[in-house]
């Protein structure tokens, strides 16, 4: 059995919501004997996770399956090894550094004992 890394993408629609399209990335591992059986194996995955969920405001979320974006084999796995890599092209570069570190920042508040 070999392991591939699928990239997955979803579209996020909020009842009553008209702005901006939203768009969910979604890295999976999936086991398949070969690339074919792991791309069909990603997209069973992507449909399975369709679905309407409410907010806190109860309004409908929905979750739409687009497709498998990216599929990868991966070899052997060590320590310290790069597994994806995706480049942001942004007009304000302060702010999007800023929600990284707050990103960062929360995960240090939940999981790590150092903060």
């Known amino acids: 059995m070999n392991r591939y890394l699928a990239k997955l993408m979803f579209s996020v629609h909020v009842e009553g919501d008209t702005g901006i399209g939203e768009f969910d990335e979604q890295i999976r591992i999936v086991e398949s004997l070969n690339m074919e059986g792991a791309f069909y194996k990603a997209r069973a995955v992507g449909k399975k996770e369709e679905g309407n969920i409410p907010d806190n405001e109860n309004k409908k979320i929905e979750w739409r399956f687009i497709d498998v974006l990216e599929l990868y084999a ?4 060590k320590d310290g090894d790069q597994l994806y890599s995706s480049t ?3 007009d304000d570069s302060g702010s999007y550094i800023n929600y990284i570190r707050q990103k960062s920042m929360e995960i240090q508040a939940k999981n790590l004992t150092f903060v």
């Open 88 to 90: 942001h092209k942004t």
């Open 74 to 77: 991966i070899e052997e796995v």
